[in-house]
Every structure is written in C-alpha cells, then in structure tokens.
C-alpha cells in the first residue's frame, strides 16, 4: 500500500509572503487538511507502508487537481480572497506546476513504478480531513470513504468502517470522489490501481489523541482490508475500471 496525503501542510514558500493572508486564514481547513497528515503519519507507521506528503499549501497551488482544472490555484476559497492569487497568469501557474506540484506526482510515479516492478502493484490510499460543519450545517459524518468507479477497495472500506460501533460513515460524501484529473484519477484510475480516499471530520483528530486514535483505528481497518483472502489478488491486479468523468459527469471535488 501508498500512503498519500495531498494536502499534508499549510506552508508557503518566503518568495510569496503569506499570499496576502493573515495566520488565521494560514491555519483554516482553506490551506491544508487539519490533523490529516498525523493521521495519515500514524496509519503508515502502523502498517510499515510508505507514504508521501505534500510539503505546501494547497492554496499555493492544489496537487488534488489536473493541470488544466480552473480551481488548480484558487482566487476564492469559503468565501476568503487570496491576493497572492488574484493577478496569476498562464505563465505564474506553470512555474508553480513545475516547481510544487510536478515533484509530488513525479514521486508518486516513481514509488508506483518500483511496486510494479517488484511484481506487486500498490493499493493507493489518500487521507484527507473535513470540516465538521458547512455554511453553519453540521456535517454528521465521523469517517467517509471517496471513490469513483473502481470498488475494490472503497467496497471494503467502507464495509469494515461500518462495522465499527457508534460511528456514522459516509459514501462519497460530502464530496464526490469522481473528480477527472485528481490525485487518484491520475495514479489509480488511468494505472488501473486500487484506490480510494478516507476523509476523517477534522474535530475529531484536532490533537494528538484523536490523531492517534484514527490512525490505529484506519490501521485496523486496511489490515482488515489487505487481509480478506478472496479480495487480496483483486487489489493487486491491474485493472482499469474507467471514471464516471470520462463520459461528462464532473465530480464536485
């Protein structure tokens, strides 16, 4: 398995201040998942797996979107300007992609391409945090499972997590993980790897406990998962399930 964390950090190069943002705005969910790479850490260190993480805000540029995506640098995020974004031009993106985001995607190709060599093509998964509530509507899910249209592994996550007493689980809320030129769009869907996506509500993993406490309960849950006898040779094939954004149908992201 690949650990990935696409929004790990909240920091901004000195070359761009703070992008014209106050700290508060630097340490909102606008610029990075809250307590998502302490989870993501944990859950990596549980499993002896690899993982990687962004070094880097995402309103500096957001590795979870493809090249041509309008929201790769984002002018508005929950109703806050980013004046650091406002004046961005063709030329500025493509010196962040080369700069920021094609490093990451470059690293994941390259840990995917030593597991497939090694004769074992990686299981793919991104953890990802929430905010507890949207636009003052409370958002009742603990844990969710994103994907598109592959269901090795989304089906059995979301079947373990679902077995565990007094939590709420969602599917493919409150995002969509159909999503064309995402993360794992680029890494799962067009390589034909088993993928998907955990986002954990983000007051629940605020600290140190709460982010150890998820980390060892996904743990339990992918050791489940990677350990199903009938489902283990599937999440290691290769194979190419497609996305429901290939015909048209725009994930909300």
């Known amino acids: 398995m690949l650990i990935l964390c696409d929004h790990a950090a909240n920091l901004i190069p000195p070359s761009y201040g703070t992008l014209g943002l106050t700290p508060e705005d ?17 859950l990596a260190r549980a499993l ?6 962004t070094r880097y805000s995402r309103l500096l ?3 979870t979107r493809g090249r041509d995506d309008p929201t790769l640098v984002m002018q508005l995020s929950d109703g806050r300007m980013v004046p650091g974004n406002a004046a961005v031009d063709d030329a500025e993106i493509e010196a962040r992609i080369e700069r920021f985001y094609a ?12 597991g497939v060599a090694a004769g074992k093509p990686p299981v793919l998964l991104a953890i990802h945090s929430f905010t507890q509530a949207w636009k003052s509507v409370p958002r009742p899910w603990h844990v ?5 249209k ?4 989304a089906g059995a996550l979301l079947r373990e997590l679902e077995a565990i007493p007094d939590i709420t689980v969602g599917d493919n809320v409150p995002y969509s993980g159909q999503l064309k030129g995402d993360t794992l769009y680029q890494h799962g869907t067009l390589r034909g790897l088993a993928h998907a996506l955990i986002e954990v509500r983000q007051d629940l993993i605020l600290g140190p406990e709460g982010q150890a406490e998820w980390g060892e309960r996904l743990a339990e849950v992918v050791r489940k998962v990677l350990g199903t006898r009938d ?8 194979e190419r399930y497609g996305s429901h954004t290939d015909g048209g ?3 909300s992201g």
């Open 150 to 153: 592959d269901p090795r592994l």
């Open 26 to 42: 630097l340490a909102r969910h606008i610029a990075y998942d809250i307590g998502a790479a302490a989870v993501a850490e944990h």
């Open 103 to 114: 490093p990451y995607h470059q690293a994941i190709e390259a840990s995917i391409d030593e």
């Open 249 to 251: 149908c725009q994930g």
């Open 231 to 238: 489902l283990a040779p599937s999440l290691h094939a290769i």
């Open 48 to 53: 002896g797996a690899p993982a990687l993480f």
């Open 61 to 63: 540029i957001d590795p």
């Open 144 to 148: 969710a499972v994103l994907w598109d």
